[in-house]
Nanobody, 121 residues
Framework: QVQLVESGGGLVQAGGSLRVSCVAS????????MAWYRQAPEKQRELVAS???????NYADSVKGRFTISRDNAKNTVYLQMNSLKFEDTAVYYC???????????????WGQGTQVTVSS
């Protein structure tokens, strides 16, 4: 199994910055894509940013130019640097990784428990 632990959320004023991290552990053979999602109250979960194993990134239009996703493959960790935060960025942020637990085994998606990011206006 693969466990994901997020950290770094909190309360910040509009215009401020936060960095959230997600560490994957367990019986990991390889990690492919890594991503951050968020879910605000009474809204559907949405993709914020993703990064491939080779470093190719993709961002939601709402965060382009403000958020940066990165990863450290040696540490099985994905980061999301959030700058110029807005009130509407308030949400629970979840990391997701696509990983396999054995050689030539299937890949599955694993989710973290979420970390709250609150931006005060």
């Amino acid at each position: 199994q693969v466990q994901l632990v997020e950290s770094g959320g909190g309360l910040v004023q509009a215009g401020g910055s936060l960095r959230v991290s997600c560490v994957a552990s367990g019986s990991i053979f390889s990690i492919n894509g890594m991503a951050w999602y968020r879910q605000a109250p009474e809204k559907q979960r949405e993709l914020v940013a993703s990064i491939s194993r080779g470093g190719y990134t993709n961002y939601a239009d709402s965060v382009k130019g403000r958020f940066t996703i990165s990863r450290d493959n040696a540490k099985n960790t994905v980061y999301l640097q959030m700058n110029s935060l807005k009130f509407e960025d308030t949400a629970v942020y979840y990391c997701k990784v696509r990983a396999s637990t054995k050689v030539r085994g299937p890949e599955y998606d694993y989710w973290g428990q979420g970390t709250q990011v609150t931006v005060s206006s």
